[in-house]
């Protein structure tokens, strides 16, 4: 019942609140002019959609963005159009590369954090945007729930693994170049107002305790837990530096979590092809969608509210009133230390799936695999590739 009743206020403010006519209705100013020369940044699902917006307004702004993509084809394409756009209507210096990583996969995903870490790089920016609506109950090639795999998991091992490139960027001068002068380094995490109907889950992170498979429910639930990772670490970061550096906007990380509206991406259309089909021209823009982001990325962080769920540049209530969602940091404490054991546990049961999808795996080659291999559906169980959603190619 409560359930329910989340689910339909979520929806009806989401028709008078999420679609482009709402947007429009705001007439918000134009976005700071913020030159990002200098700046270092990753977006993940930069190849389409929200994702591939915001990177094109970042190499515009003269920004390095690198493009974590998990199929090299779709990102090496976008890539160069990035760079095509940057060239033409940038200031120059602006600049996509491509990372391919599969973020479902935990072994490719630590691989990209440790080369990142490696290279000595700093790191300004960290946008998780990318994002999966599965709808079939099915696992990775290691044996991780598909929607948890990415929107959870992915996204703990992506931000906790580059935290210390953060604060050491945090801890420099971390000036600009050009007329950029000092940028706050930051997270912002595209989760999704759809959080609101679920309650944060942390006994059965990946559905395996319900007998039938909800895959919006999960995905919800996956960006519930997103948010409250910002939140902690927002936490986090305030005592470690203390209130008035947070204020100042200086020697600090900022972490924000943000829902982009309902907006018409292919995702959308694969997920949600019901949905999507109802409300054709109404949904808003990949540039309206992104726009919140951006405003994250360029506002001063000393305005920003660290930990804050943002939309339409504003931060927002995280819970439905009267919807029985609210948790205490203690939860998201739990959450994480299970995040760091199945991390920890990750390579064992990678290794273990792998065993058991096919005999002719030695235990040695199992653990190399591991490693390589993407999280085809062909490598996946009880998965029917005819069904909609968002993650499936
Ligand atoms: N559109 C909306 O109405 C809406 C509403 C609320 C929240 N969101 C959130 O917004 C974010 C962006 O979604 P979108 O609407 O722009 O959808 P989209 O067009 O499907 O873009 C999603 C991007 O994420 C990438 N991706 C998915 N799984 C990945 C993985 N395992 N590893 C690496 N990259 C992966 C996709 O790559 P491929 O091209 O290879 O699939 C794609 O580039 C998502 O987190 C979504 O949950 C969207």
Redesign the pocket.
């Known amino acids: 019942m409560t359930s329910a009743y989340r689910a339909l206020a979520f929806a009806a403010h989401g028709y008078r609140a999420y679609l482009g006519d709402a947007f429009e209705r705001l007439r918000l100013p134009a976005l700071p002019e913020r030159d990002l020369s200098g700046a270092e940044c990753v977006v993940?699902?930069?190849?389409?959609?929200?994702?591939f917006e915001v990177a094109g307004a970042l190499v515009e702004r003269g920004a390095r963005v690198h493009c974590?993509?998990?199929?090299e084809a779709?990102g090496r394409a976008a890539v160069e159009a990035l760079n095509a756009r940057a060239s033409q209507t940038g200031r120059g210096r602006g600049r996509a590369e491509l990372h391919a990583?599969?973020?479902?996969s935990l072994a490719q995903t630590r691989r990209f954090v440790e080369r990142y870490t490696a290279s000595g790089r700093a790191l300004h920016a960290l946008v998780c945007?990318?994002?999966?609506m599965v709808h079939e109950r099915g696992n990775t090639s290691e044996g991780f729930e598909r929607n948890f795999a990415?929107n959870t998991l992915?996204t703990h091992v992506l931000v906790a693994g580059l935290r210390p490139v953060l604060g050491r960027t945090a801890q420099g001068d971390a000036n600009l170049e050009g007329e950029g002068g000092y940028y706050a380094p930051r997270v912002v995490v595209?989760s999704?107002a759809?959080m609101m109907t679920e309650p944060l889950e942390v006994k059965d992170l990946e559905m395996r305790r319900t007998k039938k498979f909800d895959g919006v429910k999960q995905y919800a639930r996956g960006?519930r837990h997103q948010t409250a990772m910002m939140e902690r670490w927002a936490r986090l970061e305030l005592e470690n530096v203390g209130e008035e550096r947070v204020k100042s906007g200086r020697g600090y990380v900022g972490y924000y979590s943000m829902?982009?509206?309902?907006?018409a991406?292919?995702?959308?259309a694969n997920a949600l092809p019901k949905f999507y089909a109802s409300m054709a021209g109404k949904?808003r823009t990949?540039a309206q969608?992104a726009d919140t982001i951006l405003y994250l990325l360029t506002a001063g962080t000393e305005d920003l509210q660290p930990g804050a769920f943002y939309f339409d540049r504003a931060p927002v209530a995280k819970h439905i009133t009267c919807g029985f969602t609210r948790y205490e940091p203690k939860q998201v404490d739990a959450l994480v230390s299970k995040l760091d054991a199945l991390q920890a546990e990750g390579s064992v049961r990678s290794e273990k799936n792998l065993l058991k999808a096919s005999g002719s795996f030695t235990k040695g080659s199992a653990t190399k695999d591991a490693s390589t291999k993407d999280a085809s559906p062909s490598s996946e169980t009880k998965t029917k590739r005819s069904n909609p959603s968002?993650?499936i190619?």
Do not use: E, M, Y
């Open positions: 993940t699902g930069a190849n389409q959609g929200i994702g974590v993509c998990r199929d779709r990583c599969d973020l479902s945007n990318a994002g999966a990415v992915g595209v999704s759809g960006k829902h982009p509206g309902w907006v991406t292919t995702g959308v949904l990949t969608g968002w993650n190619r």
